[in-house]
């Protein structure tokens, strides 16, 4: 049976190549990962919230236009509204002679898996880098939550499966109307909270993942449901905040909740 979590470094893998066609269009000239809350991509904000649970090791696993994430990542001062200062010389190009230093002491892979692979062929295409690892976190590129990650892991080691998902208690995105004999409304709720657990998106692998994942692996309808079937799958049920940001509505409410103060995923001070 696995171990405690103690000191050992846990990678983490960041599905990132989405488009977010709806939070845009198809066309959608912004990567989902590089949408903003604040002044700073939702990437930020999730690496943010694993590094403060000591998670700082990322593969980012990129696909819909990689290069603006690339460049994201290379030049993060320069999206995130801090000064930067530039010689401007009479000839040849200009050079920054002064950039901030950035106090988030991550390490990042950056890792080309194809524009349009599905999330399980993703993972194959990064598996020399996460050889050697007995396990491994994956993440969505759109999902915050308050969760205590480093417990999440010890539950995943605890119990010795190849997979396990985090369960989550999220809302119905429409109202819900009950009826009474000959079409009466006896009750509205708006939003209300669903009856079923879904997938929040925080996962943990063990190695034997790769045995599972077959060549373009849509990885919730593939390799997850075979391995529910097989009984080597587990869910560790958070019961706290969790929220995604799907829509251009849910992008637009987890910057208020920003503004005012209240993200309850902002673990840091």
Not at 35 to 55: C, S, T, V
Not at 215 to 231: H, I, M, W
Not at 248 to 253: A, E, T, V
Request: hydrophobic residues 40%.
């Amino acid at each position: 049976m696995p171990g405690p979590l103690g000191d050992s470094a846990v990678k983490t893998a960041i599905l990132a190549g989405g488009r977010g066609s709806r939070l845009a269009d198809e066309q959608a000239v912004t990567p989902k990962v590089l949408y903003e809350i604040g002044n700073r991509p939702i990437l930020w904000h999730i690496m943010k919230m694993f590094a403060q649970d000591g998670f700082d090791d990322f593969l980012l696993l990129l696909g819909h236009r990689a290069e603006q994430v690339v460049d994201y990542v290379v030049h993060r001062a320069r999206y995130e509204g801090r000064d930067v200062q530039i010689e401007l010389p009479s000839t040849g190009p200009a050079r920054i002679i002064e950039e901030p230093v950035d106090t988030d002491r991550w390490r990042i892979t950056l890792c080309h898996t194809g524009i349009d692979s599905e999330k399980g062929e993703r993972l194959r295409r990064v598996r020399p880098y996460l050889a050697g690892e007995p396990d491994f976190m994956v993440t969505y590129g759109d999902g915050l939550a308050d969760i205590d990650l480093r417990t999440l892991v010890e539950f995943h080691r605890s119990h010795g499966k190849t997979a396990t998902l985090t369960a989550i208690r999220a809302r119905s995105q429409f109202g819900h109307v009950k009826l009474a004999e000959g079409g009466l409304v006896t009750e509205m709720d708006e939003n209300p909270m669903l009856p079923e657990l879904v997938n929040g998106g925080f996962m943990v692998f063990s190695q034997s993942i790769f045995d599972w994942l077959e060549p373009d692996d849509p990885l919730e309808r593939g390799a997850l449901k075979r391995l529910a079937q097989a009984g080597e799958l587990m869910a560790y049920v958070h019961d706290g905040f969790w929220t995604c940001m799907d829509t251009y509505k849910d992008n637009l409410r987890l910057n208020e909740l920003w503004a005012t103060g209240e993200a309850p995923w902002k673990k840091w001070e």
